[in-house]
């Protein structure tokens, strides 16, 4: 994600991303943070779901 697909995702103004990265570096640095863990999150969830196919498929 771009900051301004981040900001639309918080709904705040892609200006008010940029001054918290500017002026707030902390809260800035968590809120990357916490995006970084959703995505793993996301990508750990569909790679189970692939694996539990693949095993279903191979007991067929």
Do not use: F
Request: aromatic letters at 6%; zero cysteines.
């Amino acid at each position: 994600m771009n900051k301004r697909d981040i900001a639309g995702y918080l709904g705040i103004d892609r200006t008010t991303l940029y001054n918290w990265e500017k002026n707030r570096p902390n809260l800035y640095k968590i809120i990357m943070q916490g995006l970084v863990v959703e995505d793993v999150k996301k990508l750990l969830k569909e790679s189970v779901e692939k694996l539990e196919s693949a095993g279903e498929e191979k007991k067929k």
